[in-house]
């Protein structure tokens, strides 16, 4: 990490590569699933750029600005004054957190590239943004619950604007600029919050619930970022089945969202679309299971990326060719 002056914008390069010597293509990282455009994350509005206000332990929460800046190196941007040299090294620590960048993915590489039809993935794909916390994580994923994007789109934003810390340089107004709320200003709002300005309807309760839990120190959501060695993928499972509102298709959800890639995320929109990327009607979950089981604990990552491989263009896949 470079120092940067007081007259001299923040920033820090890195290498697009994995622990492995894997390739990171920063815009397929960043338009790895659609809560990468849910504040305090949005992608820019020039072409590979990803916004994210982080929070940052000990220091007020920063907005970045990460890119790519030449080619196989990305670069960090922080948005206001200079940090100082811990603040910068914590803000860097978490945009390595988010982007995943220490995550092996070689071992998925090294099974995809035996797949006709996702061979495609070893350019750099499968790294999937993930949030500071895992407490983001499930709050956002209970806002996907049953309803439209939209309705997902509102909640969030919501929840950011008026319950978020600001960063230097954010707007007076939106949810921009601001960090995702803790447990404790989540568990501080009232009931008339989540029904009136969030307008979670049912999810109001389970996120009031939830944050209450976190805040008084009776659930910590944190232990569940831990290795499998640690906690079993099964544990895990029954761990996240245990809080309230969250179901089979949350759980697989969120354990993709912690790098825990053994179950996929089977809901309204990955059936049919795998159904119509196959040229058939509709697919049973087992014979859809069983189509990616040789990826083994990859295989619920294998599933996501044959589903949103056309997310940026592409060479297509075999069964897109076939058609």
């Not at 397929?28 to 990803?50: D, N, Q, Y």
């Not at 332990?57 to 196989?72: I, N």
């Not at 996702?118 to 994923?141: C, D, H, I, N, Q």
């Amino acid at each position: 990490m470079r120092e940067a002056s007081v007259r001299e914008a923040w920033s820090v390069e890195f290498p697009l590569a994995g622990p492995g010597g894997e390739p990171v293509n920063l815009e397929r990282t960043f338009r790895s699933h659609g809560l990468a455009s849910l504040p305090p994350m949005r992608l820019g509005e020039k072409a590979g750029v990803l916004e994210v206000t982080l929070p940052v332990y000990g220091f007020r929460p920063r907005t970045v600005l990460v890119s790519e800046s030449r080619p196989e190196h990305g670069i960090v941007n922080a948005v206001g004054p200079p940090p100082e040299r811990e603040e910068g090294e914590r803000l860097f620590a978490a945009v390595r957190r988010v982007l995943r960048l220490d995550e092996d993915l070689s071992g998925f590489y090294s099974l995809a590239a035996g797949d006709p039809d996702l061979s495609w993935v070893t350019r750099g794909a499968g790294r999937m943004v993930r949030s500071p916390t895992v407490f983001e994580e499930v709050v956002k994923t209970l806002c996907t619950t049953n309803c439209a994007w939209s309705a997902t789109t509102r909640m969030v934003s919501a929840l950011v604007e008026h319950l978020g810390e600001k960063a230097p340089g954010a707007p007076p107004t939106g949810p921009w600029g601001r960090a995702f709320p803790t447990p404790e200003a989540m568990a501080g709002a009232g009931e008339e919050f989540y029904r009136d300005l969030v307008r979670a309807g049912y999810r109001g309760r389970y996120l009031l619930a939830l944050s209450s839990s976190v805040d008084s120190g009776e659930l910590d959501l944190e232990s569940l970022d831990e290795p499998p060695e640690k906690l079993p993928d099964d544990e895990l499972e029954r761990r996240l089945l245990a809080l309230p509102g969250v179901g089979p298709y949350a759980t697989a959800h969120v354990m993709m969202m912690l790098g825990r890639y053994s179950r996929l995320v089977l809901d309204s929109w990955t059936r049919p679309t795998y159904a119509r990327l196959v040229g058939r009607d509709t697919v049973p979950d087992l014979e859809i299971e069983e189509r990616f089981s040789g990826f083994g604990p990859y295989r619920g990552l294998a599933f996501w990326l044959y589903l949103t491989q056309s997310w940026i263009e592409e060479d297509p896949p075999a069964a897109l060719r076939a058609l």
